[in-house]
């Protein structure tokens, strides 16, 4: 069974930084491209980042690039989103997924959420 | 950039009713690479469908997909109690990968 395990998330003030991360099981996690897709409250989903499973391409969307990073290792089946210079628009419920370009997204982790104020 | 427009916004149905729910694209994508999502309160989305109409494991036959081009339909036969929900269709052929603005299925 494929799981994915989201942890880090919290309350953070305007300029601060935050560590998600992402374990994965129940599948070959290097052989798969991942994202980190994210919903503000009450709104609809936007992929923030990618990552293919060899790490050879990395996606960020235009409203995170150059704030996050994202990264993974894959001998511990781990995803990981560092998010810098953090934004109150950046509040929002983030997901692990499964997929990306080419692929549907067919695993969604449960969600952290990520608070920003001051 | 693909961008996805769905409609309508909300759909006020009752059980055992079909519902329609429509994805329009800004330019003609492959249907290879187009998905409808489910996502209930409180829940993370589940993939409903891939390549427009393929079901993925374990969704029920009376979800089904259909289209092509730049006009994408989700429908659900009979809706079951458990149906009603927010439904998104995303494009995931190339970056960036953009969901459309959902459609959500109330009941009536």
């Known amino acids: 069974e494929v799981e994915l395990l989201e942890s880090g998330g919290g309350l953070v003030q305007p300029g601060g930084s935050l560590r998600l991360s992402c374990v994965a099981s129940?599948?070959?996690?290097?052989?798969?491209?991942m994202s980190w897709v994210r919903q503000a409250p009450g709104k609809g989903l936007e992929r923030v980042s990618g990552?293919?499973?060899?790490?050879?391409?990395?996606y960020y969307a235009d409203s995170v690039k150059g704030r996050f990073t994202i990264s993974r290792d894959n001998s511990k089946n781990t995803l990981s989103l560092q998010m810098g210079s953090l934004r109150a628009e950046d509040t929002a419920v983030y997901y692990c997924?499964?997929?990306?370009?080419?692929?549907?997204?067919?695993?969604w982790g449960q969600g952290t959420l990520v608070s920003v104020s001051s | 950039e693909i961008v996805l427009t769905q409609s309508p916004g909300t759909l006020c149905l009752s059980p055992g009713e079909r519902a329609t729910l429509s994805c329009r694209a800004s330019q003609s994508v492959s249907s290879s690479y187009l998905g409808w999502y489910q996502q209930k309160p409180g829940q993370a989305p589940r993939l409903l469908i891939y390549?427009?109409?393929s079901r993925a494991t374990g969704i029920p036959d009376r979800f089904s997909g259909s289209g092509s081009g730049t006009d994408f339909t989700l429908t659900i036969s009979r809706l079951e109690p458990e149906d009603f929900a927010v439904f998104y269709c995303?494009?995931?052929?190339?970056?960036?990968?953009?969901f459309g603005g959902g459609t959500r299925v109330e009941i009536k």
């Open positions: 129940g599948f070959t996690f290097s052989s798969h491209t």
């Open positions: 990552i293919t499973g060899s790490s050879g391409s990395i």
């Open positions: 995303q494009y995931y052929g190339s970056s960036p990968l953009t």
């Open positions: 390549g427009a109409s």
């Open positions: 997924v499964k997929g990306g370009t080419g692929t549907p997204f067919d695993y």
